[in-house]
């Protein structure tokens, strides 16, 4: 039979209407249940066997660990990621190729240094020079400091002449003089040789850290300055997950917080926790980043692989859950389940139970009032019985 009302409110997409309509219709449910339950408790009374007895399965509700999850795409980076530029302008020679794995601090190419190695071994030479020259001059005035010394002994004893004590004291005076110049030259040109030996390094380009070759930019034989990119070197050892959450979660994801990583391109899944919460809100997107470090897999994972990231924002290990398809809602809005009661053998009662919902995960409903572990709920079956209705259990 045609329901007239129900075709004209779907013909007028009218929503409010419909849902108000199918309000209408649980609340008639219900109360039919509720005369249905009273007819099998009279009947049960005057002791007629309710022949309708429905077969159901059930399960003995135990505590057990809930989980909550944030479900959001994020993608793969890498730490070190960065393009090597050389600090000294000249002809390159890279003594690396594509693919290559380095070490951190490994020569990966040179650029010639113009002759500045032989600028550093002058530089060297003038710094032995003037070192074999003070070394001289340290002897001298030690000798002119014994001399004087000397005589001022024996002119404070009124021994030899004024005239002695005077020149002997000018020789120490100026051979110390001589001494202080020529340490100030070792020192000038000790400074003009590191000076020349911190460009000579320059010339060496080295790994800044351990990786890979990803790319090689500049060849052999081109002329190079800073900032030219020679190569592109990536380390695949610590990789890590960027996501953007919605500010709404802001409260429920902190610093340690679990997270499980999911790569569709490698069907594979990795446990880790978020390393960075981001301090930013993007005004456009209403979303702060998080940081989550994974393991490079021994080279497997890539960067720039999509994501999936699950964030455990709320765990429960001592809940009382149960799937989401057992629970009902009535005409006020109130959840129930149905519970057997009076158990014996296959033979029970069911009864209904208003419960409280708390989180809800993908397929369980974590019930925080209404259930407790010893329970024992209907499942399969539970959706057309009554309150009070004989059941069998299979």
Known sequence: MKDERLETLIKNKDVKGLQAYRDRQKFKMDSLNQVMGQIDAGLNTLGVSDEASGFVQVRKLELSNFVHSIEIQGNVTTDQDVMVQPQFAGTLSLFVKKGQRVARGQVIGRVADGGLRDQYQQALISVSTIKAQLGAAQSNANLARI???KQASLWKQKIGSEFQYLQSKTNYEAAQRQVAGLQSQVSATQKAADAVRANLAKTAIVAPFSGVVDDVITQNGQVVSPGTNIIKLISLGTMRVEANVPETYLAKVRQGTA????????NKTLNSSIRLVGNYIDPATRTFKIEVPISGEGGVVKPNLLAQV???????????????????EDAAKRNYVFVAV???GQNAVAKKVYVNEGEKSENSVE???????????????????????KIKIQ
């Open 342 to 344: 009076n158990v014996n």
């Open 259 to 266: 997270v499980k990583i999911f790569l569709p391109t490698l």
């Open 147 to 149: 001399a004087y010394e």
């Open 310 to 328: 699950q964030i455990q924002d709320y765990v429960n290990p001592n809940a009382v859950q149960v799937p989401a398809q057992y629970v009902y």
């Open 367 to 389: 019930i925080t009032t209404g259930l407790k572990a010893g329970d024992i709920i209907i499942l399969d079956g539970s959706k057309n019985l009554t309150d009070g209705q």
